[in-house]
């Protein structure tokens, strides 16, 4: 049985390294006598994975010991609830409301606290990200939350956003290690597994140690950074076969590709392989996003008219490239060319662009 | 390389049928492309997938439309906190506090309102549950937690404790279909996927339709069942692979087992063996629980004095039977013999016991 090409936006295409690995491993990992998912979170096998996990994390982005690295459960949108609960907690905050996730992000804290938009791309029908000087921030907020790629709209930040000194939190579900970035520049990091590192059901959170201090007394262990940060994200049985994914992601990334560095311009080399496509099309093809503030993973796009469009989603899966349909909130063609995403089936799909309009434009 | 017979308490063995069939589904899963793990949650595969589980479970129970069945986040654990949100919301509630994970139920909860133990086994040292005419209930509380199986001691309820009529809510991770059972006596059962149904990182929740009309307004969506029922354990994306093996699990419960009668027969007879061959060795093994209370998941007990107790351990792990090791809270030794441990396991470790005793007693 064959592979397709898989443009899902997540869960998404995993490195098929990744998934060999995974299947040799399978029934019994060595030395283990069972398979990952059959033994003990407390056993020496799956702590050695766990370590080694967070250590190539950490080593790939460029942090030591003043960041934490968690694996929690229930991913990102669990997240928008933890980190209210654990520093809004009835005071206020900035959002940077840039797309549809950001919207969500914003809504669930608001649970906790008085969260505002610093800004709003809504009215434009969110295709740009806000420039510095379009931030109204509000002196008193404990942080400001941005979301550094929107998945369903097709934009990322270019670079990160000058939040005058307020702590940073950044949902980077959809772009996360796409490219080297300043963990520095960030108090607080999150992604969902299920796009750029591994299986669903998870996050990834990236805590800077001092924010701890911030954390009220008496939160539920599993909402509580301070708890996971104290039993190593094993206050309870975390998702340990998606942990063991991540990590072989990890090895991947470094051994394979060669580091966020080499990531960031195979990433950029397969985003203007389909801009390049869009824009050169006359028209046939439009992008959704303005093309300064254009997604490097999910290229958002609209094709001739509604009818072919819906034909353009049905002949591309019969051409093996699946998952292209936009989100049904706005519409249209998405695709999701995460890390994984080989320059082969990017290859395939402007050949498969350029073939449709050739017949359809 | 072979596998060993695995005692571990959880994340326990799998049914090898499961893994094997996992196995073959990778890199691609029949008619999708890719692996289950790297395609969308809204994909027909997919969803077919989830509604086959739940149906298979239902029909495994005996339930229908008056239940639902969910998947959350967080395992067991995040149940402890998500069901006290839901349904003690700063009133009353009663525990019966059996053992370890009784305490950390009552605990978790008590966040959220006032619990308190309506029994507690804790003077005895855990070795028994209560009966019906010692239970101490308040006719103000709004339900009644039960922990249907204490993994750590080893101790299991013949039957459900007649509560009054109140909500009966049970933790029953590590004995949720071990054997037949009704499920109408119970308003809320939650077990964590990670011992009888599937690999760690979710709970599979039984929820009584109606107990929704008590869900207050304005909860975090992850937290609130009335969101999750609302979106099919699907408001945010849920650990598909998970899902997918608990499926596999099912099917096997279902068509290889012969369903929950059978199994809970096949337990019933492994527990025996190990029970007997403890109960047969003039004192050399020495059961934690009082034989009226014993588990059939999770057998407890010491051996001969401290050092031959390590002995045992090591031995036995040498000879492929591992994670016998007792909790750190309890010490000693713990045979866990889910559902997936096959009969051949358990006659092995008979074996060993008898072995080791000859040479060591």
């Given amino acids: 049985m064959e592979r397709v090409f898989n443009f899902s936006a997540g869960p998404a295409t995993l490195p098929l390294p990744v998934i060999e690995q995974a299947k040799a491993d399978l029934p019994v990992f ?10 003990s979170h407390r056993s020496k096998t799956f702590l050695k994975i766990l370590e080694q996990t967070q250590a190539d994390l950490k080593s790939l982005i460029g942090v030591s010991d003043d960041y934490h690295v968690l694996f929690t459960p229930g991913g990102a949108t669990q997240q928008f609830t933890m980190l209210a609960m654990n520093f809004l907690a009835g005071k206020k905050a900035d959002y940077l409301h840039v797309g549809s996730w ?24 969110f295709v740009r990200m806000p420039g510095d000087a379009e931030l109204d921030l509000d002196p008193e907020a404990e942080y400001v939350h941005m979301t ?11 670079a990160e956003p000058d939040v005058k000194g307020k702590p940073l939190f ?19 990091m999150y992604a969902g597994a299920q796009k750029n590192v591994g299986p669903s059901g998870t996050a990834v959170v990236l805590l800077r140690a001092d924010m701890l201090e911030r954390v009220p007394a008496n939160l539920p262990p599993l909402l509580d950074y301070k708890v996971l940060v104290e039993n190593d994200s094993m206050y309870n049985t975390p998702s340990t076969f998606t942990i063991y994914i991540i990590g072989l992601v990890m090895k991947w990334l470094r051994d394979e590709i060669g580091g966020l560095e080499k990531m960031g311009e195979l990433n950029r080399m397969k985003a203007a392989m389909v801009y390049d496509a869009i824009d050169n099309s006359g028209g046939f093809y439009r992008g959704h996003a303005e093309k300064a503030h254009r997604s490097i993973m999910n290229v958002t796009f609209r094709v001739g008219n509604e009818e072919q469009e819906a034909m353009f989603i049905d002949q591309a899966k019969k051409a093996g490239l699946d998952g292209l ?8 063609v998405r695709a999701s060319i995460y890390n994984a995403m080989p320059v082969e089936g990017v290859k395939a799909l402007c050949d498969f662009m350029a073939e449709f309009q050739r017949v359809n434009g």
């Fill in 170 to 188: 950044c949902d980077a579900s959809s772009d996360f290690l796409c490219r080297p970035f300043d963990p520095r520049k960030y108090a607080l």
């Fill in 148 to 158: 550094s790629n929107e998945t369903i709209q097709g934009i990322q930040f270019a």
């Fill in 325 to 332: 349909k936009g989100h049904r909130s706005v519409g249209g």
């Fill in 102 to 125: 950001a919207s969500k992000a914003m809504k669930d804290a608001g649970r906790f606290g008085t969260t505002r938009a610093a800004w709003s791309g809504k009215a434009d029908n």
């Fill in 30 to 39: 060595p030395g283990a006598g069972a398979s990952i998912m059959e033994i």
